[in-house]
């Protein structure tokens, strides 16, 4: 099976001058491999290194050892990016522009033609069901909206691999449901899904394969199904097991 | 928009605009309220606006070569005064200029405007290649205003005395440019208007008498306005360590002239010997005493025949 | 180039979606029009301080709207977070400061034009004569230098607080407009280490005053050579160049989080 993203023994350092040493190590030696086809958890609490990962894969921060391949390319180059999606946990985009515009600009920047970017803006706008409000500005969008939005534009590329981030959370049931419906089709498609999230029940569900991190490593990973047989529970107590947390007493 | 850049800008379009609005509620209404609300506006900084609209003045009268701070601080070792106007000829109408010299005598040509007035030309500084790329987007000839362009000076004329009633220097500006356009009405007007506002200037009496001198040939009114003129000098140059010699030049020239096209000999003798002791050329203020003198020995001799 | 096309596209969208650049239209359009219905001891006719304070709001709006334009780019873009998604797809930072800037500079070209049709309109209805060589020239090095400026402004919001840069790159951009090319004469009285450091700065800085030639257009002097128009576009190009080179080294090495 082809390898869609490769992280390898990589090292973030910030620097802290409150810290011992005036740096603060996010991310200690990782390694994973998510393969082409696969839906990727990437789990862990907060302050994991989950979102600093996440950075170095989209280009945001550059690594202090090691390194990170989109498609067998160095994501420091901008071209690795080119068959990537990727929806940020929250909305981020220019409220002055209409949903249409944003796709369109998205569009441009793939490099997508004309013609193209039109086909593609007037199926997602239908897929999120935004097609009636695309000549509005996303500032009169509400937060529901916005989301959908930021779903469209993540998948204007048609992408080989869509990086998501905490793609469900703020999302209303339906909204959730929608997101998870994707996926599930982008799967069948042959696409490759990264997804980090603290929605372990929605891990547990739609993801192949997980990693679990904890203080910049990874601790455990493995298909979902390998991990709780391995430890005997569902995902969340194997994730708690994993990250060291205390079990609740079981009532029998 | 940042906040300060609007404050800022805001800033600068309320003044000009309220300048404009009160400079046209000058025109429909009077003048009284205007002046009190440019005062409250701006305070003591009108000063500093009514001189540098007078440069502007100046600078539109070049076509807008104008001078720099660093210009005039360079050409103006041993140079003098900001001067009255009022000469005759040549281009006594220039509008200000710290650095010309319109006090030649009377009955000259004020002065040699091309070789005395060197603030319009481009200064000599540092020729390096910045400078001379700079000096290419430049007005980079001396000319004048032509025609009926002259008219194109009066407003920042009147602006520098909007901000500042008390700049003599923009009344007699405006005052002789009026004149000088065939703006009589306007010229006396201006003028009144400068000798409300500066009863004790005598500048203002002199460009008054210039004025009727020019314009009426009333030569005893003339006259009469340059007696106050004179004796406003006296009041304001008599205790003082270096009086306005140019002022008093100017004010005994005409004088003498006036007291001359009335035949008053004597009189007009009178004021050229005391022009001579002040004058920078009293060898041209002899010549025209010999010329005076002349002339009474002629009108005398066909008395002394009879 | 494409990419940066696009983003240059956005900035333009922007600008003419706020309202900044309409309200300063307004009130150019109506000190102007206030100024010029004054009339000076009966004559009706003055043409030049008329033109002359349109010129004058002429750069100070756009002064305003291109330090404002650029100096919020990249602020703006970090602090609504669009930059994440933006920089997620295939596209370099030094991309996407090239599109910011040549945004800025386009939409500011787009205000030069709009407001000096108004200058010509007013000039035109004054004196019933459009010296339209002049009057080109007069928008060409205008734009050259707010090229400048731009430049000048997203360097600094790569070094300063947004308000910080604003007030400062405004106060430069004044500071070298009235002085600048007085430096020399400053260096050549000082002399000694002092008349170093002076022209130092005197060939460091960019010659702003020089395209700036109201004063040709206000008095009707015939038009630049165009010799001195070439290279002042050279020189502004230059300009233009170094300051968005150091501004493309700084942001490549700045982090986003």
Redesign the interface.
């Known amino acids: 099976m082809d390898t869609t993203l490769r992280v390898n023994h990589l090292r973030v350092e910030y620097p802290a001058p409150s810290e011992p040493g005036g740096v603060k190590l996010a991310v200690n030696d990782l390694s994973f491999e998510v393969r082409r086809g696969e839906v990727f958890g990437f789990l862990g609490p907060n302050g994991a290194g989950k979102t600093t990962t996440m950075?170095v894969l989209?280009?945001?921060?550059n690594a202090t050892g090691g390194s990170a391949e989109l498609f067998g390319v160095d994501v420091r180059q901008?071209?690795?990016?080119?068959r990537?999606g990727?929806l940020?946990e929250?909305t981020?985009?220019?409220?002055?522009?209409t949903a249409e515009?944003l796709l369109r600009?998205?569009a441009?920047?793939?490099?997508l033609n004309h013609h193209t970017a039109s086909r593609r803006i007037d199926e997602l706008l239908k897929l999120v069901e935004l097609d009636g409000v695309r000549r509005r500005p996303i500032r009169t969008y509400s937060k529901g909206m916005q989301q959908r939005v930021?779903l469209a534009?993540a998948l204007i590329n048609d992408p080989d691999l869509l990086?998501l981030d905490e793609p469900t959370s703020g999302l209303d049931p339906i909204g959730r449901m929608k997101v998870r419906e994707i996926i599930q089709r982008l799967q069948q498609q042959g696409k490759t899904v990264f997804f980090s999230s603290h929605e372990l029940g929605e891990v547990e569900t739609v993801c192949n394969r997980v990693a679990i991190l904890h203080q910049g490593c990874v601790q455990e990973q493995g298909h979902v199904s390998d991990l709780v047989a391995k430890y005997q529970c569902d995902l969340e107590q194997v994730f708690l097991k994993v990250v060291g947390y205390p079990s609740p007493p079981r009532h029998e | 928009m940042r906040r300060p850049a609007l404050i800022l800008l805001l800033l600068c379009a309320g003044s000009l605009a309220l300048t404009g609005w009160v400079l046209r509620q000058d025109a429909l209404r009077g003048r009284d309220q205007a002046k009190s609300a440019l005062a409250v506006l701006l305070g003591d900084g009108r000063r500093l606006f009514a001189n540098h609209f007078l440069a502007k003045a100046d600078a539109y009268f070049h076509r807008g070569r104008y001078p720099s701070l660093f210009e005039v601080a360079e050409k103006q070792a041993g140079n003098h005064l900001v001067e009255s106007l009022g000469s005759e000829g040549g281009d006594a109408g220039h509008v200000q200029g710290p650095e010309c010299d319109h006090s030649a005598g009377p009955g000259e040509e004020a002065h040699a405007h091309d070789e005395a007035c060197e603030h319009a030309e481009p200064s000599g500084g540092p020729d390096d290649w910045i400078a001379r790329l700079a000096a290419r987007f430049e007005p980079d000839r001396h000319v004048h205003l032509e025609g009926d362009e002259d008219k194109e000076m009066l407003p920042w004329v009147k602006l520098a005395v909007e901000m500042d009633p008390h700049n003599v220097d923009a009344y007699a500006v405006g005052g002789y440019w009026l004149r000088e356009m065939g703006k009589t009405r306007e010229a006396e007007a201006f003028l009144r208007e400068a000798q409300r506002n500066n009863p004790d200037s005598c500048e203002i009496y002199f460009e008054l008498g210039r004025l009727t001198e020019l314009t009426t040939q009333d030569w005893g009114k003339a006259g009469r306005l340059y007696r106050l003129a004179l004796v406003k000098w006296q009041a304001a140059n008599a205790k003082l360590e270096k009086p306005d010699l140019i002022a008093l030049a100017q004010i005994l020239g005409r004088s003498a002239k006036v007291h001359e096209a009335q035949g008053e000999y004597e009189a007009a003798l009178q004021d050229y010997t005391l022009l001579k002791r002040v004058s920078p050329s009293p060898e041209a203020v002899q010549r025209l005493i010999d010329q005076l003198q002349k002339r009474m020995a002629e009108v005398r001799s066909p008395k002394s025949e009879r | 180039m494409n990419r940066v096309f696009a983003v240059a596209a956005v900035v333009i969208r922007e600008l003419i979606r706020r309202k900044d650049f309409y309200v300063l239209f307004v009130l150019t359009a109506a000190i102007t029009l206030l100024m010029g219905s004054i009339t000076f001891f009966n004559e009706d006719d003055i043409a030049r301080y008329v033109k002359e304070i349109c010129l004058l709001l002429i750069w100070l709006a756009t002064l305003v709207i291109a330090v404002t334009t650029a100096g919020r780019q990249l602020p703006a873009e970090k602090e609504s977070r669009t930059i994440f998604p933006l920089l997620a797809k295939p596209i370099s930072r030094t991309e996407v400061l090239a599109g910011k800037f040549l945004g800025c500079w386009l939409a500011v070209g787009i205000t030069l034009i709009v407001f000096y049709l108004f200058f010509g309109v007013i000039s035109l209805a004054r004196e019933h004569e459009l010296p339209l060589v002049n009057y080109l020239q007069a928008v060409w090095l205008h734009w050259l230098m707010l090229g400048i400026v731009a430049a000048l402004a997203l360097l600094g919001s790569l070094l300063m607080t947004p308000a910080a840069n604003l007030s400062i790159v405004i106060l430069a951009v004044i500071g070298i407009w009235t002085v600048g090319e007085f430096l020399n004469r400053v260096a050549a009285k000082a002399g000694g280490v002092s008349g170093w450091l002076i022209y130092a700065v005197y060939y460091a800085i960019p010659h702003l005053e020089i395209f700036d030639i109201r004063e040709r257009i206000i008095h009707g002097w015939e038009p630049v050579p165009w010799g001195a128009v070439i290279l002042a576009s050279g020189y502004a190009l230059v300009y233009m160049a170094m300051l968005l080179a150091a501004a493309a080294l700084l942001f490549r090495r700045k982090p986003l989080t």
């Open positions: 950075n989209l280009g945001y921060v901008p071209i690795a990016r080119q990537i990727y940020p929250l981020y985009y220019y409220r002055f522009l515009e600009f998205y441009r920047i793939f490099g930021g534009q990086l």
